[in-house]
């Protein structure tokens, strides 16, 4: 992900909403990528992840997109809980590099009863 | 599977104090973990790639003095922050992998204050 140190974006939706989360990178050679949910004073939490050659995965409630030509990955969360208010951040891996995953600068979730 | 340990969760201490921090994978072996610094409202920070029976890799601008770190098991990777200054307040928190492109699992994290 594209980390630029600074505040955090913040999306805010109502409980019961879908929500999507989207995420940059800038590595055109990664091909796995990971979501995380972070909540406050945690470490972060494996969501998702999903490898180059697929463009969608499901999980419970989740969904990941991968758009490689536009280096683009989305987290799409159906009928959003007060439980998902936390941090994402997506992270991209290169095999071919260093297998250290670069994490994006994060989007801070709130659902609203 | 696959759960990561970190301890302390929060250590306040006065300036000059050395702080160690230790990360345990609980259930498998890592041969390399990972070190982050977070500061509020924005992203996990790499600082170092622990190494198990290896010198650790520090990423740019890390000082490698500063910031300690053994990796004598495989399971157990240590980072001391030596004579720790109110700067080096922050959120600390250690990851590790079971595998080449299997996500990274990661710690509590640890708050560390320093007064």
């Known amino acids: 992900g594209e980390s630029v140190g600074l505040h955090l974006p913040t999306l805010s939706v109502q409980e019961g909403d879908n929500s999507i989360i989207n995420c940059a990178y800038s590595n055109s050679a990664s091909d796995y990528f990971i979501w995380y949910k972070q909540e406050s004073g945690k470490g972060p939490q494996f969501i998702i992840d999903i490898r180059s050659n697929m463009d969608k995965r499901q999980g419970q409630r989740v969904t990941v997109l991968l758009n490689k030509t536009v280096k683009h990955l989305s987290l799409q969360i159906a009928a959003t809980q007060p439980g998902d208010s936390a941090v994402y951040f997506c992270a991209d891996v290169s095999s071919g590099g260093s297998y250290i995953p670069t994490f994006g600068r994060g989007t801070s979730l709130i659902v609203h009863p | 599977g696959a759960v990561v340990s970190q301890h302390p969760s929060r250590v306040i201490c006065k300036s000059g104090t050395s702080v160690k921090i230790e990360c345990r994978s609980l259930d498998f072996q890592a041969t390399t973990m990972f070190w982050y610094r977070q500061f509020p409202k924005q992203s996990l920070m790499l600082m170092a790639t622990?190494?198990?029976?290896?010198?650790?890799?520090?990423e740019q601008g890390v000082e490698k003095d500063k910031f300690l770190i053994n990796h004598a098991s495989l399971t157990l990777s240590t980072l001391t922050v030596t004579s720790a200054h109110p700067e080096d307040s922050s959120f600390y928190i250690c990851?590790?992998?079971?595998?080449?492109?299997?996500?990274?699992?990661f710690g509590d994290g640890t708050r560390l204050s320093i007064l």
């Open positions: 622990s190494n198990e029976g290896s010198k650790a890799t520090y």
């Open positions: 990851s590790a992998g079971t595998g080449v492109n299997q996500p990274q699992h």
